[in-house]
């Protein structure tokens, strides 16, 4: 019985909420609804609907979705065209080039067979992956070429460290973090993850520690490789999308590693020694003779998976990386080049930093002459670059942004080789006097 003077209040026909307690409430001739109830029956006819085989429309009006990038069509890049777009960051290593343009261009016609595979025939072939290992000095441009190459592609893309790994049990990261970092990078798309390409670097300090003293067991070096064996070849791994063991109650989601191309990188200083010893470059004795035909300055090119295995990975590991490429160290020429060349030289850098103060910096051909030189006596490769023009210009960027600049004036900022000689070696004698 309703009281009088007061109005009766409207409830959800469904749910039976008060209007009091809904946020919206559409009225109908004999009934109401309310907004929680409407999202529910939308995915009932959503459901209902992809069950008959329809999939549900919307309108233009309706949000949007977020899409993935990475669930468009496959568009396949020449190699020509992917070391192309290379050379304009990386300055050399034109074999590493090349093989890796080869290794991403066969990965996208893989996975374009693996789309088409519903007109598959009895005489159709399945092409298998090949993952690529490269070696090369520090700072040849091994990362720097992953980097760049992630600019360019249409597949899920991640660098990982092989140094944070550890055998299952042990304090570290699992090996399927790996494809955690995969899974990460395109919002949790199996599908997507599943024809990514995954760069891992350092894959050199995980190689099987030799003559060992320990009685304990090698879980940072030769266990993680083992882990590593079905994962690279091609497996249906249990992936904890959130990363390792700090989340043990999260649901683990599979993923097929047969489409994920896996390059591998690392520096492997010392394997120099057992290329020499294989190409017999280094002899005692009166009848063995040198051939004149080794270039001695970089043995690197005469790598083979052999010399890999003698490092201390393992013959199954190795096998399962078919190729295997090499970056040749730099000589002064192409860090010459890559201080004034790539689209992100080191010089352009500089300027940029000081064209924010309204500084104009001009680096003196002569100048940067003197800094190859000097970043080559170094061995650090790109790296060593850096290195000296921090030394060479930290005191400008530390003086000229409390000079300032005036109103509507220009200021230059010339860098000669006496500059250069002089800021280098007034750091090598306060060095000395420091100590």
Known sequence: MIK????????????????????????????QICEACTEKSQEIIDQELRRAGVEPQRSDNAVAVKSNPFSGPLKVIPPREIKAFLDKYVIGQDDAKKV?????????????????????????????????????????????LAKSIAKLLNVPFTIVDATIFTEAGYVGEDVESILSRLLQVCDYDEKAA?????????????????????????????????????????????????GGRKHPEQKLVKINTQNILFICGGAFDGIEKIIARRVNTQVIGYNKKESDDIDKENLLQYISPQDVKNFGLIPELVGRMPVV??????????????????????????????????????????????????????????????????TILTDAMFDLPTIGVGKGEKQQLIIDAAYVKSKVEGAKRAKLKAA
Do not use: W
């Not at 009091?20 to 004999?30: A, E, F, Q, R």
């Not at 890796?100 to 992956?129: C, F, M, P, W």
């Not at 304990?216 to 497996?235: A, C, F």
């Open 4 to 31: 009088r003077g007061k109005t009766p209040q409207h409830k959800c026909s469904f749910c039976g909420r008060g209007e009091d307690d809904v946020m919206i409430l559409v009225s109908g001739l004999d009934g």
């Open 100 to 144: 890796l343009s080869v290794a991403v261009y066969n990965h996208y016609k893989r996975l374009q067979q693996e789309e088409k595979g519903s007109l598959k025939t009895d005489e159709d072939v399945d092409i298998e992956k090949s993952n690529v290992l490269f070696v090369g000095q520090t700072g040849t441009g091994k990362t720097l």
């Open 194 to 242: 599943e024809r990514g390409i995954v760069f891992i670097d350092e894959i050199d300090k995980i190689a099987r520690k030799q003559d060992n003293p320990s009685i304990t067991r090698d879980v940072s070096g030769e266990g993680v490789q083992q882990g590593m064996l079905k994962m690279l070849e091609g497996s249906e791994v249990l992936v904890p999308p959130q």
């Open 325 to 390: 490429a090499h970056l040749d160290p730099l000589d002064i020429n192409s860090l010459r080049r890559i201080l004034t060349e790539p689209r992100n030289a080191l010089v352009r850098q500089y300027e940029k930093i000081f064209s924010m103060e309204g500084i104009k910096l001009i680096i003196e051909p002569s100048a940067i002459d003197m800094i190859a030189e000097k970043a080559f006596d170094f061995k650090l490769g790109a790296r060593g670059l850096r290195s000296l023009c921090e």
